[in-house]
């Protein structure tokens, strides 16, 4: 899908991987409306974006909150009378232990990465089936999605269910008649972001903001359904999910810390 002179709606974009998608989608004469919590990083991002041609609308609110979801598409639908592509790119989650976590902890971490991603996708998808040109829903979402993580228990979880949920939506806009509308989700790798910066998880083969949105609008441009990136730490995600159990899991508590 080309990426260029489209209107554009980038959640969680006040820093790390949102920023960079934002800031290398700026190069193309787009319109990009961004969203987060915190206003001056917000803004510091759509001062980037503009710096390279684009114009940039930041949209400062919480994502927890439905009625500010269906806001802003209606604002920009409002504006530009459609949307053509939307990364949903809310989430994250520190170490946890699923022996010692407190309930409240868990379901904070499903509601920071499912639950945003829900409360964009109904109004978005409202909006697209009425579209009639390909537009595109992305997901910023894991390679730690497909199996059990050590540290991540409730962080992978979490973004299991974004992939099967859109997995599923996927299918049945096809059913229904809806081939317009694209879903993808993105499954990055380790990514040097101020959220995993220094969080004690292991992080081999990781890379950099920059390097993961040029893996990012790559799948834009394929119409990729799932991107998972890079080459050498999606190789060994395969490789887990067909290995015997027992051996994936010792070599994944070969990683792991004996205190976290």
């Known amino acids: ?21 934002a800031v290398a989608l700026g190069r193309y004469n787009n319109d990009i409306f961004i969203t987060a919590r ?19 609308y930041p949209i400062v609110g919480d994502a ?9 598409v209606g604002h ?26 407190s309930a409240k902890v868990v379901k904070e971490c499903m509601r920071s990465n499912y639950d945003t991603m ?15 040109t390909k537009c595109l829903i992305a997901q910023t979402n894991s390679l730690a999605t497909y199996f059990g993580i050590p540290m991540q228990g409730d962080y992978t979880a979490a973004k299991a269910a974004g992939r099967i949920f859109l997995e599923t939506a996927r299918m049945e806009l096809r059913h229904f008649g ?3 509308v694209l879903i993808q989700t993105i499954h990055p790798g380790f990514v040097d972001t101020e959220k995993s910066r220094n969080d004690g998880i292991p ?17 834009f441009r394929k119409e990729w359904l799932e991107n998972r990136f890079p080459a050498s730490m999606s190789a060994a995600v395969r490789f887990g999910r067909i290995v015997p159990y027992g051996f994936r899991t010792r070599v994944l508590l070969g990683e792991t810390p004996k205190d976290y």
Not at 1 to 21: C, E, F, H, P, Q
Not at 82 to 93: F, S, T, V
């Open 1 to 21: 899908m080309d990426y260029t002179n489209r209107v554009i709606l980038i959640t969680g974009a006040s820093s790390g991987i949102g920023r960079a998608v």
């Open 38 to 56: 915190r206003k001056r990083l917000l803004d510091e991002t759509a001062k980037l974006v503009m710096a390279h041609g684009s114009r940039c």
């Open 64 to 72: 927890l909150d439905e009625a500010y979801c269906a806001s802003v």
């Open 76 to 101: 920009i639908v409002d504006k530009f009378k459609r949307i053509d592509i939307a990364l949903l790119n809310i989430g994250g989650g520190p170490p946890s232990n699923t022996l010692t976590v």
């Open 118 to 132: 829900i409360n964009f996708f109904c109004p978005l998808i409202g909006q697209m089936k009425k579209q009639t």
């Open 178 to 180: 809806y081939k317009h």
């Open 203 to 219: 992080e081999p083969n990781v890379i950099s903001e920059e390097k993961s949105a040029e893996y990012i609008l790559k799948g």
